[in-house]
């Protein structure tokens, strides 16, 4: 292998697999559009508004969905055909995007609209996601799995930084109705995708039931340690350390700062996902992959706690970088973890509970790190919360020993 490929990220899955190719290109597409009209949304709410507490339920009409159909919408993966499934929810999402244009386009502008249309959106995606993460492992070779979740990282970084940004040029530009339609037209790389992708029924064995339960999931779960492990270290780093809800208290009181510092601010850990996504080709011979999450989760507390420390805005901003490539590598392995070491007739279920505590834990951890900033201060609780993160992954990491000798080449859960 070329020292050029045992450093940037691994394109192999990409050409090796023309499905799992179309796959990736039209979420990467769709999810880009997707985040533009995330800020659409807000900033039209605000408009109609003036109120940043109506912007602020727009995150939890989405919450809610995410959460109570996140499991759901992994059983549904468990039972039904998964390319059937990928392509409804996918159509729904894209019947949404043209609700939202179509009443830009016609003047009608009402808040409540667009609440029901963020709610509904959360409801197609916690669908759509399971089906469409479970479909993976059966494209792919085992081998080529960290390489393919490095790709999605990207995807999700690139739209996450991107996104949001062509969003408020393109709003400001040409209104609201151009960011809608403009993700209606990405959404078609994304149907396009799910249309040429092959039957995905899940295998479910002889004498397994018709029906996939949730609970039979949550069952599964409570069997299988090392996948717990890797749901328990992201709550550690995302519920304990996350500083985000700080942001806008930290910009002033730091660094003197402004709106744009808070910009960079929140941009700073989206750039280091990039580029731990872009210099991710190393990750392919890692195979204690327990250990590199316990590493990584680690790395991510204490560069948080380092930003807590930080006075100079640009140190702040790099270690901000540092937390953002350490939650990649992080975010990698515990998806292969959870691809590799679960049956397919389980899959969905499992990435049902990702998208519980992806979706979840974040949000905890704005609620705890500004209730502890107001009953402390910022920098304690930013430095409080790195270094507890550490504290509680080591501990894990030692209460759990077998997790750190997780081998990928004999994946147990």
């Not at 210099?279 to 680690?298: C, D, E, M, N, P």
């Not at 049956?343 to 979706?359: C, S, T």
Request: proline share 5%.
């Amino acid at each position: 292998m070329p020292p050029r490929a045992r450093i940037f990220a691994d394109l192999t899955p990409l050409r090796t697999s023309p499905d799992y190719r179309r796959l990736w290109c039209g979420n990467t597409v769709s999810w880009m559009g997707q985040q533009m009209t995330a800020l659409a949304v807000s900033l039209q709410v605000y408009a109609l508004t003036g109120s940043t507490f109506s912007v602020g339920v727009v995150g939890l009409c989405s919450l809610g969905p995410l959460v109570l159909f996140g499991l759901y919408g992994g059983a549904v993966a468990d039972t039904v055909d998964r390319r059937t499934l990928g392509l409804l929810s996918a159509a729904g999402a894209t019947v949404l995007s043209v609700v939202l244009a179509a009443a830009a386009l016609a003047g009608y502008h009402r808040v409540w609209l667009l609440y029901t249309v963020v709610a509904l959106q959360a409801v197609c995606f916690a669908m759509n996601s399971p089906a469409r993460s479970s479909m993976i492992p059966r494209l792919l070779p085992t081998e080529q799995l960290p390489a393919a979740n490095a790709l999605n990282s990207l995807t999700s970084s690139l739209g996450l930084m991107g996104g949001p940004m062509l969003g408020g040029v393109i709003v400001g530009l040409w209104g609201y109705q151009a960011a809608y339609l403009i993700d209606v037209a990405a959404f078609s790389g994304s149907l396009y995708a799910m249309w040429r992708m092959p039957s995905m029924r899940p295998d479910r064995g002889e004498g397994a039931r018709r029906r996939a339960s949730v609970l039979d999931g949550l069952r599964f779960l409570a069997t299988r340690p090392n996948l717990r492990m890797t749901f328990f270290t992201d709550l550690a780093a995302m519920v304990l350390a996350q500083p985000r809800a700080l942001f806008p208290a930290i910009a002033v009181l730091w660094f003197g700062g402004d709106a744009k510092t808070v910009g960079l601010l929140v941009a700073a850990p989206a750039v280091g996902a990039v580029l731990g996504g872009l210099f991710s080709g190393w990750l392919g011979g890692i195979r204690r992959h327990g250990l590199a999450i316990l590493i990584a989760v680690t790395a991510w507390g204490a560069a948080v706690a380092s930003f807590g420390l930080a006075r100079n805005l640009w140190l702040g901003l790099c270690f901000l970088a540092v937390a953002g490539c350490a939650d990649t590598i992080s975010m990698v392995f515990r998806s292969t973890m959870l691809q590799a070491a679960t049956p397919d007739a389980m899959r969905g279920r499992l990435q049902g509970v990702f998208i519980v505590v992806v979706a979840g834990g974040p949000r905890l951890g704005d609620f705890l790190a500004g209730t502890a900033a107001d009953l402390t201060s910022p920098a304690a609780t930013v430095i409080g919360g790195g270094l507890g993160c550490v504290l509680v992954v080591t501990a894990l990491g030692l209460g759990r020993r077998a997790f750190a000798r997780y081998d990928a080449r004999d994946p147990q859960p």
